[in-house]
């Protein structure tokens, strides 16, 4: 069965590890140029946009709707704390619901994603990969961390007063972007939205991981998937990025990689073809375009190689009317053809 949903996340800008942002300006011509193309060359029918400034969402919501885009919108603020990541939240809901009576397109809330790594207070931790190294290692595990509940039922508590207090301003469906580690109560939900990454430790169950989601009763949707674009970077899943020395300036790779963009296409299409397979309803590739990791002519500087996107940034190569140029990947016209049917 064809996915309903045939999606690619969107990033307007976050935080990179050791300062700046992933995007470091968006004027709204790039944005109307890129959703133009995400929808009439990559052929998808809807986009997950994620970042931290509400007024970047609310652009990129609204061009996104004007090109015919199913929106979802994924406000992230990592290391924000309880009452940040709550704020962030509701100022998305009520552009949700602006655009929801203003737009003839489905809108939906995504009201969270991996909070248990990247929200501050749940697991104890400066940043997200503290709390994902103490969440990885049960023998670093101390009854402090236990003593105000278990951080999944600390979780699940904030998602259900956070939904509550969404639906109040959005009256359109909300959802959360769990973390397979998470154990989520979906009840409150309107899809079970998952960040579905396969690797080498999970390939050989995967299928079973996706098919206890539907035991829900409710549509699933695959809210991230990918892979980088080096030979290997299929087995690293969701950690393929972590290559990159961000301590050398400028940043380089740790190792010698061997790029290959046959590889991030194989997998992606594969995975397409597997969510297929299984019923989900619908899946966002992870990610459209990533200027924070700009290529080189120089493999030990090419960032790109390291990037999830599915187009290949230049950043030497910028033009008048576009700060920062990118070309499409294998995987950019691979992902077309199968959400255009061909």
């Not at 199913?70 to 509701?90: C, I, K, N, Q, Y």
């Not at 009840?187 to 396969?198: M, N, Q, T």
Request: aromatic share 10%; with cysteine; glycine share 8%.
């Amino acid at each position: 069965m064809a996915l309903k949903i045939k999606g690619v996340t969107y990033d307007v800008g976050m935080p990179v590890i050791r300062g700046g942002m992933t995007r470091e300006t968006l004027p709204p011509d790039v944005v109307e140029r890129e959703m133009r193309i995400i929808r009439r060359e990559l052929n998808c029918n809807a986009v997950r946009i994620t970042g931290m400034e509400i007024g970047r969402l609310e652009t990129a919501a609204h061009i996104a709707a004007e090109q015919g885009l199913e929106v979802w919108l994924s406000p992230m603020r990592h290391d924000a704390d309880e009452r940040e990541t709550f704020d962030g939240v509701m100022r998305a809901a009520r552009v949700c619901e602006e655009l929801r009576k203003k737009r003839d397109v489905r809108v939906v809330l995504v009201i969270g994603c991996e909070l248990s790594v990247f929200m501050a207070g749940l697991i104890p931790g400066n940043n997200a990969f503290e709390r994902l190294a103490l969440l990885s290692d049960p023998s670093r595990w101390t009854e402090e961390l236990f003593a105000q509940g278990s951080p999944i039922e600390r979780l699940n508590g904030f998602l259900a007063r956070t939904q509550a207090e969404a639906e109040k301003r959005f009256s359109g469906p909300i959802t959360y972007a769990a973390g397979l580690w998470e154990d989520i109560d979906w009840s409150r939900f309107d899809y079970v939205g998952i960040d579905a990454y396969r690797d080498a430790g999970n390939a050989g169950h995967f299928r079973d991981i996706l098919r206890k989601y539907k035991e829900h009763g409710k549509p699933v949707v695959v809210t991230e998937f990918g892979c980088c674009t080096y030979a290997g970077a299929e087995n690293a899943g969701s950690m393929g990025w972590n290559v990159i020395d961000r301590d050398s300036r400028p940043w380089r790779l740790r190792k010698p990689l061997v790029r290959d963009e046959d590889a991030q296409a194989n997998h992606l299409t594969e995975l397409i073809a597997l969510f297929e397979d299984e019923a989900l309803e619908g899946a966002f590739v992870f990610t459209f375009v990533s200027p924070s990791y700009p290529s080189s002519e120089n493999p030990e500087y090419d960032l790109d190689t390291a990037s999830f996107s599915i187009v290949r940034t230049w950043e030497q190569r910028r033009t008048s009317r576009f700060p920062l140029e990118w070309e499409p990947k294998k995987a950019f016209h691979a992902i077309a053809r199968y959400y255009g049917g061909a």
